[in-house]
């Protein structure tokens, strides 16, 4: 992973260093080196005990990378509390003994830098910086920020803010994308969970440098992601100013398994995009603030179906008639939005196989699920298009929803029956009924949790879970061992996605990949 690979970009890499000890924190800087890092971000208020002068010798005599040196005070959330005199003496030290570049806050950089007039080694760097936890402020006063950091005679701008909606990180964007007109050298971050893309994109737009955490749980601050999710995930090195972003809406969003699908397979056949998790509290305005046509396509999964495709220009005839979108393109051309649902071609297919396998059916004209009793739990967007789905094969659907009135709406626009989710427990007009739960109900984290008692899993002959993660729901689990066949949510989950590939990219999917990128789950 070292310099010599091809760079689209020269956003940095720095691995924040935190550790109690200097020996921890030597140790760590040789593994930041190994994830591929460009820098490291050494934290000196992480220290359990610090003497200047000895330990910033070693620090920087045994990193085998270039070092910038934050001595984060409490005040701008780090863990220093004592003197302010000393902090910065330390890191006027810091500069003596040969750091690459050092952090001061907004606050104290006047003087600071006042201090080292005159004295500053040929490419030693100060950066700046202000941490806003509470939100992202307004662009107006985003850009009123940098230009304060700037006056302070800050070499490299830094500004982390907090995002409240992913709406939030498009002004962090249109700042770093300003900057480079100004050819000031910024650092653009959004923190939190809804600011997760800030990390990854940043150098599509700029950004002077990405953090990245050499240990999954380690972060110095929220939402960091690792080294190794950016540079062998997110491709990191390869996102340039002309990169198509891609992603799914969701929320939660954390779980997919769809980045790991779809960057690996751009990067297999050598397109130029990104994929990423894209949570989201509102579509209409999510759609709205990422309006360029470089953000170019979109999956889109629970609960966001229904709504996103009221955003679309135009929707494909089977996703009107399900009323949920799980595909949303932009057109290069006009930046319009046109909605697919390709969700129900993937678990349909998925369930005939099943059917087929397992009692050795010939494949006939008939659907194997032609005259079956197909029960659907859940009336949400998934729900819709499996029932659809089913129902255009000629099977007899049910609809089972905790809230009644939902499933028999459904039911009434599809041509099917309604019960209760508590019903399901002694549902049982014939055997060898199919079963399909299209709920979140066993997802990750909750994985004990399942929509049907056991016992009542006798009256069915296949029983599918939409969940993929984990594989095996405990929904499947408890299927199997009362004989039924079982069809997991990553079979739904690799044929939508199929389709889904080719309108993002316009190229047949690697199929044989993705099934091999999907064994490994």
């Given at each position: 992973?070292?310099?010599?690979?091809?760079?689209?970009?020269?956003?940095?890499?720095?691995?924040?260093?935190?550790a109690?000890?200097?020996?921890?924190?030597?140790i760590?800087?040789?593994?930041?080196?190994?994830?591929g890092?460009?820098?490291?971000e050494?934290r000196?208020?992480?220290?359990?005990s610090?003497?200047?002068?000895?330990?910033?010798?070693?620090?920087?005599k045994?990193?085998?990378?270039?070092?910038?040196?934050?001595?984060?005070?409490?005040?701008?959330?780090?863990?220093?509390?004592?003197?302010?005199?000393?902090?910065?003496?330390?890191?006027?030290?810091?500069?003596?003994?040969?750091?690459?570049?050092?952090?001061?806050e907004?606050?104290?950089?006047?003087?600071?830098?006042e201090?080292?007039?005159?004295?500053?080694?040929?490419?030693?760097?100060?950066?700046?910086?202000?941490?806003?936890?509470h939100?992202?402020p307004?662009?107006?006063?985003?850009?009123?920020?940098?230009?304060?950091?700037?006056e302070?005679g800050?070499?490299?701008?830094?500004?982390?803010?907090t995002?409240?909606?992913?709406?939030?990180?498009a002004?962090?964007?249109?700042?770093?994308v300003?900057s480079q007109v100004?050819?000031?050298p910024?650092?653009?971050?959004v923190?939190?969970?809804?600011?997760?893309?800030?990390?990854?994109l940043?150098?599509?737009?700029?950004?002077?440098?990405?953090?990245?955490?050499?240990?999954s749980g380690?972060v110095s601050?929220?939402?960091?992601?690792t080294m190794?999710?950016?540079?062998?995930?997110?491709?990191?090195?390869e996102?340039g100013?002309?990169?198509?972003v891609?992603?799914?809406i969701?929320k939660?969003?954390?779980?997919s398994?769809?980045?790991?699908?779809?960057n690996?397979?751009?990067?297999s056949?050598?397109f130029?995009?990104?994929?990423?998790?894209?949570?989201?509290?509102?579509v209409?305005?999510?759609?709205?603030?990422?309006s360029?046509i470089?953000?170019?396509?979109?999956?889109?999964?629970?609960p966001?179906?229904?709504?996103?495709?009221?955003?679309?220009?135009e929707?494909?005839p089977?996703?009107?008639?399900?009323?949920?979108?799980?595909c949303?393109?932009?057109?290069?051309?006009?930046?319009?939005?046109?909605?697919?649902?390709?969700?129900?071609v993937?678990?349909?297919?998925?369930?005939e196989?099943?059917?087929q396998?397992?009692?050795?059916?010939s494949a006939?004209?008939?659907?194997?699920?032609?005259?079956?009793?197909?029960?659907?739990i859940?009336?949400?967007?998934?729900?819709?298009?499996?029932?659809?789905?089913?129902?255009?094969k000629?099977?007899?659907?049910?609809?089972?929803?905790?809230?009644?009135?939902r499933?028999?709406?459904?039911?009434?626009?599809?041509?099917?029956?309604?019960?209760t989710?508590?019903?399901?427990?002694?549902?049982?007009?014939?055997?060898g009924?199919?079963?399909?739960?299209?709920?979140?109900?066993?997802?990750?984290?909750?994985?004990d949790?399942?929509?049907i008692?056991?016992?009542?899993?006798?009256?069915?002959?296949?029983?599918?879970?939409?969940?993929?993660?984990?594989?095996?729901?405990?929904?499947?689990r408890?299927?199997?061992?009362?004989?039924?066949?079982?069809?997991s949510?990553?079979?739904?989950?690799?044929?939508?996605?199929?389709?889904?590939?080719?309108r993002?990219t316009?190229?047949?999917?690697?199929?044989?990949?993705?099934?091999?990128?999907?064994?490994k789950?």
């Amino acid at each position: 992973m070292g310099s010599k690979e091809i760079r689209k970009n020269q956003t940095l890499l720095c691995a924040p260093i935190m550790a109690e000890t200097v020996d921890k924190m030597v140790i760590n800087m040789d593994k930041a080196k190994q994830s591929g890092a460009d820098l490291v971000e050494i934290r000196l208020d992480s220290l359990k005990s610090f003497n200047p002068y000895e330990d910033l010798k070693t620090l920087i005599k045994e990193c085998p990378l270039p070092t910038l040196f934050t001595y984060r005070p409490k005040w701008e959330g780090g863990q220093y509390d004592g003197d302010e005199k000393k902090r910065l003496d330390a890191l006027r030290l810091a500069m003596e003994f040969g750091a690459d570049y050092i952090d001061v806050e907004l606050q104290v950089a006047h003087e600071f830098n006042e201090s080292i007039s005159g004295k500053k080694p040929e490419k030693f760097k100060v950066v700046v910086s202000s941490h806003n936890y509470h939100d992202t402020p307004s662009v107006e006063d985003l850009g009123n920020l940098v230009a304060r950091i700037q006056e302070t005679g800050a070499d490299i701008v830094k500004i982390a803010t907090t995002a409240l909606e992913i709406s939030d990180v498009a002004r962090i964007f249109q700042i770093t994308v300003h900057s480079q007109v100004s050819s000031v050298p910024i650092i653009a971050i959004v923190m939190g969970e809804r600011g997760f893309i800030s990390r990854i994109l940043c150098p599509k737009f700029g950004g002077f440098l990405s953090f990245g955490t050499i240990e999954s749980g380690v972060v110095s601050a929220p939402g960091q992601p690792t080294m190794k999710d950016l540079l062998t995930l997110y491709n990191f090195r390869e996102i340039g100013p002309d990169t198509k972003v891609f992603g799914i809406i969701g929320k939660p969003v954390g779980h997919s398994k769809s980045p790991i699908l779809y960057n690996e397979a751009f990067k297999s056949v050598g397109f130029n995009g990104v994929y990423v998790p894209f949570l989201v509290d509102d579509v209409a305005k999510f759609l709205q603030t990422y309006s360029s046509i470089d953000f170019a396509g979109f999956s889109c999964t629970i609960p966001h179906k229904e709504d996103a495709l009221k955003c679309c220009d135009e929707v494909d005839p089977v996703a009107k008639s399900i009323g949920a979108v799980n595909c949303v393109i932009r057109r290069p051309t006009d930046g319009k939005m046109f909605g697919y649902n390709t969700d129900y071609v993937g678990a349909i297919s998925a369930i005939e196989d099943g059917l087929q396998g397992s009692h050795n059916i010939s494949a006939t004209a008939d659907s194997p699920l032609a005259g079956k009793l197909f029960v659907v739990i859940g009336a949400g967007g998934a729900g819709k298009a499996l029932a659809y789905g089913a129902k255009e094969k000629g099977a007899q659907v049910v609809i089972a929803n905790r809230t009644y009135d939902r499933a028999r709406e459904l039911a009434n626009t599809i041509g099917g029956d309604a019960v209760t989710l508590a019903d399901l427990e002694n549902f049982h007009p014939v055997d060898g009924m199919i079963l399909a739960n299209t709920t979140s109900i066993g997802m990750q984290p909750k994985v004990d949790e399942t929509p049907i008692p056991k016992h009542a899993l006798r009256s069915y002959s296949l029983v599918f879970d939409a969940v993929y993660t984990p594989k095996i729901t405990r929904l499947l689990r408890e299927a199997e061992e009362s004989g039924a066949t079982i069809v997991s949510g990553s079979e739904m989950f690799i044929g939508q996605a199929y389709e889904q590939f080719e309108r993002f990219t316009g190229l047949p999917a690697p199929k044989q990949l993705f099934r091999k990128i999907m064994a490994k789950f």
